[in-house]
């Protein structure tokens, strides 16, 4: 390595199956927070601005914004596969056949970009006739789903070509490119929704093309960073020659993990609709909630996304008592921050609404949702991180069947019942939440002290 070598080329090449492990942990995860912070802050804006539209926007593009999850969550499933093979390959040295890998991925994503684009196109109206919104809900939501899917196969490539950074133990790339995609987005979305300054006013249309726009931006800049070796992977176009045996092993892998995080989507979806009849409030306070954890989850993203990785380069290296110490330590990391937010949640929940929407139904009612939730904030925790070790080991079936588990034989039913059948009425929706997480949580904390995943061969 010459003297001239960047700190973030020395990171991107480090070898992760040696050293300090709280300090490897600490050193993969907080790109990838950073990243999460800008995602979720990102979100969070977006719903402030499109706040000011009225609650028929919040909740449109609320709904909308589950169905869009829905499909980000089957793709996020699927990379796992390409992620523990890329992982695994750099463990073994095998920096060839990771960027195999990487060149199959990217096809597999296209494939899945244009089918997610005809589904937007054609469908967009039909799938949000599903749900009984009010008739101005109804066209918000519409009009934002259709050119977010029609432009998602910027996305695609953009989470393709992050994910396989980071599996490969290079996280700092993919965050500065993240940097550049959110401020982007974070500087543009008020211009296009409100109609600042020279910029026509889009409503939520203009929230959709802020972020097909930025997220263009960051795959521009990823791939780039991908071909030209700025980063551990470097591809050449003979990685893109089909190869469909290697596409069958990534989706064996991933395809449980695919169908898990579907799964979880339509089950967002169920709840969303058995929340529908309590009125737009507290509809709109659902939505906003779904946003305020995805960042009160980045931590546990972040340092998930760090001990899947050092979990499946740890097992290409033949070492897994280390790999499991890598996911415990993480484990431990992430029950601190959780239990810090659950006590803030409780203390600022008023003031947290209030940033969204000052109506006092809106503020009343998201306070108390919000404290609710935070009573599984650690469980919710325990199943990022634990869900994360063991896929990291490309063991993705028994994460799928808890996952399923949890969501359609505990939430699900609960959610009706608590909510139909008792007083609780919509706050039981937010209660069978937290049971299920629960319930999550200690599956999940079992199967791994089983220590099965450690045998898996992918």
Same mark, same amino acid.
């Given at each position: 390595?010459?003297?001239?070598?960047?700190?973030?080329?020395?990171?991107?090449?480090?070898?992760?199956?040696?050293?300090?492990?709280?300090?490897?942990?600490?050193?993969?995860?907080?790109?990838?927070?950073?990243?999460?912070?800008?995602?979720?802050?990102?979100?969070?804006?977006?719903?402030?601005?499109?706040?000011?539209?009225?609650?028929?926007?919040?909740?449109?593009?609320?709904?909308?914004?589950?169905? /869009?999850?829905?499909?980000?969550?089957?793709?996020?499933?699927?990379?796992?596969?390409?992620?523990?093979?890329?992982?695994?390959?750099?463990?073994?040295?095998?920096?060839?056949?990771?960027?195999? +890998?990487?060149?199959?991925?990217?096809?597999?994503?296209?494939?899945?970009?244009?089918?997610?684009?005809?589904?937007?196109?054609?469908?967009?109206?039909?799938?949000?006739?599903?749900?009984?919104?009010?008739?101005?809900? +109804?066209?918000?939501?519409?009009?934002?789903?259709?050119?977010?899917?029609?432009?998602?196969?910027?996305?695609?490539?953009?989470?393709?070509?992050?994910?396989?950074?980071?599996?490969?133990?290079?996280?700092?790339?993919?965050?500065?490119?993240? !940097?550049?995609?959110?401020?982007?987005?974070?500087?543009?979305?008020?211009?296009?929704?409100?109609?600042?300054?020279?910029?026509?006013?889009?409503? +939520?249309?203009?929230?959709?093309?802020?972020?097909?726009?930025?997220?263009?931006?960051?795959?521009? !800049?990823?791939?780039?960073?991908?071909?030209?070796?700025?980063?551990?992977?470097?591809?050449?176009?003979?990685?893109?020659?089909?190869?469909?045996?290697?596409?069958?092993?990534?989706?064996?892998?991933?395809?449980?993990?695919?169908?898990?995080?579907?799964?979880?989507?339509?089950?967002?979806? +169920?709840?969303?609709?058995?929340?529908?009849?309590?009125?737009?409030?507290?509809?709109?306070?659902?939505?906003?909630?779904?946003?305020?954890?995805?960042?009160?989850?980045?931590?546990?993203?972040?340092?998930?996304?760090?001990?899947?990785?050092?979990?499946?380069?740890?097992?290409?290296?033949?070492?897994?008592?280390?790999?499991?110490?890598?996911?415990? @330590?993480?484990?431990?990391?992430?029950?601190?921050?959780?239990?810090?937010?659950?006590?803030?949640?409780?203390?600022?929940?008023?003031?947290?609404?209030?940033?969204?929407?000052?109506?006092?139904?809106?503020?009343?009612?998201?306070?108390?949702?919000?404290?609710?939730?935070?009573?599984?904030?650690?469980?919710?925790?325990?199943?990022?991180?634990?869900?994360?070790? !063991?896929?990291?080991?490309?063991?993705?079936?028994?994460?799928?069947?808890?996952? @399923?588990?949890?969501?359609?034989?505990?939430?699900?039913?609960?959610?009706?019942?608590?909510?139909?059948?008792?007083?609780?009425?919509?706050?039981? /929706?937010?209660?069978?939440?937290? !049971?299920?997480?629960?319930?999550?949580?200690?599956?999940?904390?079992?199967?791994?002290?089983?220590?099965?995943?450690?045998?898996?061969?992918?």
């Amino acid at each position: 390595m010459t003297e001239s070598t960047t700190s973030t080329q020395k990171a991107a090449i480090r070898d992760w199956t040696q050293g300090s492990i709280v300090q490897n942990i600490l050193l993969l995860s907080w790109p990838v927070i950073v990243l999460g912070v800008l995602y979720a802050a990102n979100l969070i804006l977006e719903m402030i601005w499109v706040g000011k539209l009225g609650a028929p926007s919040i909740a449109g593009v609320g709904v909308a914004g589950f169905i /869009v999850l829905l499909v980000v969550s089957f793709k996020t499933g699927l990379s796992i596969g390409e992620r523990a093979m890329v992982a695994r390959f750099i463990g073994q040295g095998d920096l060839a056949s990771a960027n195999r +890998v990487a060149g199959q991925a990217f096809l597999v994503s296209s494939f899945y970009g244009i089918i997610v684009f005809f589904i937007g196109a054609f469908l967009a109206g039909p799938i949000f006739s599903l749900f009984n919104l009010q008739t101005e809900a +109804v066209h918000e939501g519409t009009a934002y789903l259709r050119l977010i899917m029609m432009g998602w196969l910027t996305e695609a490539f953009w989470m393709t070509a992050f994910g396989l950074m980071q599996a490969s133990g290079d996280t700092i790339s993919p965050m500065k490119a993240a !940097i550049v995609l959110r401020i982007i987005n974070a500087l543009l979305c008020p211009f296009l929704v409100l109609g600042w300054w020279i910029f026509p006013r889009l409503g +939520v249309q203009g929230a959709a093309i802020t972020y097909i726009s930025a997220t263009g931006v960051g795959m521009v !800049i990823t791939l780039w960073m991908l071909f030209t070796g700025r980063t551990r992977l470097k591809l050449s176009m003979k990685d893109f020659s089909l190869d469909p045996k290697m596409i069958w092993r990534m989706l064996k892998i991933g395809l449980p993990s695919g169908i898990a995080a579907i799964g979880k989507s339509f089950a967002d979806l +169920v709840l969303t609709w058995i929340m529908i009849p309590f009125g737009t409030a507290p509809l709109a306070v659902h939505n906003v909630l779904s946003r305020i954890e995805m960042f009160v989850n980045t931590p546990g993203m972040g340092l998930g996304t760090a001990a899947g990785v050092l979990v499946g380069q740890n097992l290409g290296a033949k070492q897994p008592q280390r790999a499991a110490r890598s996911g415990w @330590l993480a484990t431990a990391m992430v029950s601190g921050i959780m239990l810090f937010f659950a006590i803030a949640i409780f203390i600022w929940a008023r003031q947290i609404i209030g940033i969204f929407n000052t109506d006092p139904q809106m503020v009343e009612t998201g306070a108390n949702f919000l404290k609710i939730a935070a009573v599984g904030y650690i469980a919710m925790g325990l199943i990022n991180i634990l869900s994360s070790n !063991i896929s990291g080991a490309g063991d993705t079936l028994p994460p799928m069947i808890i996952s @399923l588990g949890m969501l359609w034989a505990i939430m699900i039913p609960l959610a009706v019942v608590l909510s139909r059948y008792t007083s609780l009425e919509m706050y039981g /929706v937010r209660w069978s939440i937290v !049971i299920s997480f629960v319930v999550g949580a200690v599956a999940y904390l079992i199967y791994f002290l089983s220590g099965r995943w450690k045998r898996k061969k992918v």
